[in-house]
């Protein structure tokens, strides 16, 4: 559901309103205003509100209505909430998935994964996340040798001496062993391929893509957070998920494959994962480095 299709304001019920004046400070742009001691709504509210609903959500008393807004009433703190520990021990138990069983997925179950992505936050609102779902073996097979092709012309530029020079001239040493290091990287894709393995797609069931609008400055993050919160709900179903690069970086730097995944202009994929239910089970959690974190001083008084 797009913004569009949402009634553009919120309407307040003055008889029920008590003046608390939470709702003008959850507005995030300014649309509601207390007036003698009641919140009354900014003439241009149905022209710039972007309906995230957070004036009717937070409202005690219920007294601010919204077309988007559900008439349930989560109790104080605890209501649908999980504990940290339990949440810690969750996303640490998330792994890469890259066997998959032959087992299919259902659409079923992939709308209710993409459900949990659709409630994820987007700039402004704007909820301007697309999909793009393959669970037919054929077409991801096709995707995955068009992929291979596109990399092998990527192998021949970045494993050319020159090409190695330049980015060492450039001042960029990790920039070169890097592409040295993905050059023996898609020619491992490449030989496995001929010996009929998917290393690229893993013979996933299900490849997800997501796209969005070039022009916002928001589409990444809100692509990424979409889909991470889908890799999440997968999860939590049972199924696994690997975040693909590769076929993210394919999608837009080659015009044949934007093409056949009907990307459309003006759009750039902005993440991409393989799913599938897993074949293989992780008996151990692995650690990873230090979150490289660096607070500002406080400014001098």
């Known amino acids: 559901m797009t913004t569009k ?43 710039i509100c972007n309906n995230c609903g957070h004036c009717g959500a937070v409202c005690p008393v219920g007294a601010i209505a919204q077309k988007n807004r559900e008439e349930k009433v989560l109790s104080p703190l605890r209501d649908g909430l999980i504990d940290a520990e339990t949440l810690q021990f969750f996303l640490r138990r998330r ?42 073996p054929a077409r991801i097979s096709e995707l995955g040798d068009m992929c291979i092709a596109f990399l092998e012309r990527g192998v021949k530029v970045a494993g050319h001496r020159y090409t190695r020079a330049m980015m060492a001239r450039l001042g960029s040493k990790d920039m070169a062993e890097n592409a040295a290091r993905y050059v023996e990287l898609y020619r491992g894709f490449q030989e496995r391929r001929r010996r009929g ?23 990444a993050f809100n692509c990424a957070v979409a889909l991470y919160s889908a890799a999440l709900k997968a999860h939590a179903l049972g199924l696994g998920t690997c975040f693909n690069g590769f076929l993210q970086v394919s999608a837009n730097l080659s015009w044949k494959i934007k093409k056949f995944l009907g990307i ?24 990873r480095a230090p979150a490289k974190v660096k607070y500002l001083p406080a400014s001098p008084d």
């Open 95 to 136: 792994r890469s998935i890259r066997l998959y069983k032959k087992q299919p997925v259902s659409r079923e179950t992939v709308a209710e994964i993409i459900e949990a992505g659709r409630y994820a936050p987007t700039g402004g609102n704007r909820q301007d996340v697309h999909y793009l779902v393959l669970d037919s």
């Open 197 to 219: 393995e998917d290393r690229l797609l893993y013979h996933a069931p299900v490849v997800i893509l997501v796209h969005s609008s070039l022009w916002d400055t928001s589409s």
């Open 264 to 287: 459309p202009r003006g759009h750039l994929c902005y993440g991409t994962m393989t799913m599938g239910y897993p074949r293989v089970s992780f008996k151990r959690l692995v650690k």
């Open 5 to 47: 299709e949402i009634s553009p304001a919120p309407r307040v019920n003055l008889k029920k309103c008590t003046g608390c004046g939470l709702c003008t400070e959850v507005c995030p742009i300014f649309l509601l205003e207390l007036r003698e001691r009641k919140a009354w709504v900014v003439e241009a509210a149905g022209e």
